[in-house]
């Protein structure tokens, strides 16, 4: 079965400084790997997502994101945050078995 | 142009009503899912349509009952709501699913129940 962490529950960012978060996942075979964005009120945005090749993906509003198959990791970054870049962030990873795999969200928060 | 649109975006109801949630993307794509965001934003896969072929159906109460009427419309009928029903409830849509392809969301229903 597959699976994702997401380790940090929360971040709190200054507005222009650079932003990580982690997102570690269990899949069996190569994964299909996926951030979303859910801003306040909001239904989810696709930011990026890793299928195969490069592995550094470049997505929208500013932000990348480095699958590692040694870590099994799939983090997220953005070299400078925006007040906007405040909202909730999940990783996911699939397909298995026809679903995705969704983390519990990292909420980010951004401080003027 | 709206991808993936939900009606309602709100739903206040009582205890032991029956309502219904609609879903329609113009995407074209061939399959539709449910799911169930609660207060802690967790999100739960609840159900899903491939070619209106229900190829998901997670352990949800059976009052919850998904309809497909056509690849481009998956609709969620509740019956008897209870007040742990409340929760904001999106519905997506992807191509291909055994490809891994992106799920598109709709914006959500938030329910409430009283």
């Known amino acids: 079965a597959q699976s994702v962490t997401q380790p940090d529950i929360h971040i709190t960012v200054s507005e222009g400084a650079s932003l990580e978060l982690r997102c570690n996942y269990s899949y069996g075979a190569t994964p299909y790997l996926f951030w979303y964005v859910q801003s306040p009120g909001q239904g989810l945005q696709l930011l990026l997502k890793?299928?195969?090749?490069?592995?550094l993906v470049q997505g929208i509003k500013g932000f990348e994101a480095e699958f590692k198959r040694s870590q099994s990791s799939f983090n997220l970054r953005k070299p400078s945050v925006h007040w906007s870049d405040a909202a909730e962030y999940f990783c996911?990873?699939?397909?298995?078995?026809?679903?995705?795999?969704f983390g519990a969200g990292t909420t980010v928060t951004v401080r003027a | 142009d709206t991808a993936v649109s939900q009606t309602p975006k709100y739903l206040v109801t009582q205890m032991g009503n029956d309502k219904s949630i609609k879903c329609e993307q113009n995407l074209g794509h061939d399959t539709m899912y449910w799911y169930k965001q609660d207060s802690k934003k967790f999100l739960k896969i609840m159900f899903s349509?491939?070619?209106?072929?229900?190829?998901i159906n997670e352990t949800v109460p059976n009052r919850f009952s998904p309809k497909s009427p056509d690849k481009a419309h998956l609709n969620l009928h509740i019956n008897s709501l209870e007040l742990g029903d409340s929760a904001v409830y999106f519905c997506?849509?992807?191509?291909?699913?055994?490809?891994?392809?992106?799920?598109?969301f709709g914006p959500g229903t938030r329910l409430t129940v009283t």
């Open positions: 997506a849509s992807s191509q291909e699913v055994l490809a891994g392809r992106e799920q598109y």
């Open positions: 349509y491939n070619n209106k072929e229900l190829i």
């Open positions: 890793y299928f195969s090749g490069d592995t």
């Open positions: 996911a990873v699939g397909p298995y078995d026809y679903k995705l795999s």
